[in-house]
């Protein structure tokens, strides 16, 4: 089993709607939580991170997570087409260990 | 600041030949990561170091690689002898703390012919 777990996708979703972006993980003791933002020919940057259980939000973005269901998820609301890329979910547990998933692909039509 | 910077940015070499990629980490970050980048196998951790001392390498794929970090502002990655399986896009990444957000650099485009 891996240690943080995506669809792949690819997502698609029409401009001006939700997208969600969903991710299990396995470690129970894990405390850290981001969601990070790949676009083609880029490398990763973070567009969020949540470390309680809850909903975090930052501007369209809302991140969820679940300790007890071991989920987190990542919403954005408005989806514009400069939304189309990679999401990529990060794990970190209490060892400082990271776990990248293998990301979604979600695109947005315009 | 200007980030995590990679050299080189792109890399052709034939098979068997010697590769070094270089990373220079934000300052005052402890915390440096190697990561290599496929579209079969996603993003990988190679290796991290912690102040300079690495403390997980289990990612690193064979003894053909091998990171060292001598300072606090330099990190390399050296792949001998390469192989076409080794092209993949490598990135470096730094943190303030274990746990915290990492910091990526642009990566370094490795193709081995």
């Known amino acids: 089993q891996k240690e943080v777990e995506q669809n792949s996708g690819p997502l698609s979703v029409p401009e001006g709607a939700i997208a969600s972006l969903n991710c299990t993980y396995s470690d129970r003791g894990s405390q850290s939580f981001f969601w990070y933002r790949q676009y083609s020919g880029k490398s990763p940057e973070l567009i969020m991170f949540?470390?309680?259980?809850g909903d975090k939000e930052d501007g369209r973005f809302t991140a969820q997570l679940n300790k007890a269901s071991q989920y987190v998820s990542l919403l954005i609301r408005d989806s514009q087409p400069s939304d189309s890329a990679t999401y990529l979910c990060?794990?970190?547990?209490?060892?400082?260990?990271?776990?990248f998933g293998t990301g979604t692909s979600l695109t947005v039509i315009p | 600041d200007a980030g995590v910077i990679q050299s080189p940015r792109h890399e052709v070499t034939e098979m068997g030949q010697e590769v070094t990629l270089r990373c220079k980490p934000i300052?005052?970050?402890?915390?440096l990561f190697w990561y290599r980048q496929t579209m079969m196998r996603g993003l990988e951790l190679l290796i991290y170091?912690?102040?300079?001392?690495?403390?997980?390498d289990s990612g690193m794929p064979e003894d053909r690689f091998s990171a060292k970090m001598p300072n606090a502002s330099f990190s390399t990655l050296k792949i001998q002898p390469s192989e076409p399986r080794d092209s993949a896009v490598y990135f470096c990444a730094s943190s303030p703390g274990g746990g915290f957000e990492q910091f990526f650099g642009p990566g370094t485009r490795l193709t081995v012919l």
């Open positions: 170091f912690n102040n300079n001392v690495p403390i997980d």
């Open positions: 300052s005052g970050h402890d915390y």
């Open positions: 949540i470390y309680s259980n």
């Open positions: 990060a794990v970190s547990n209490t060892g400082n260990q990271f776990y």
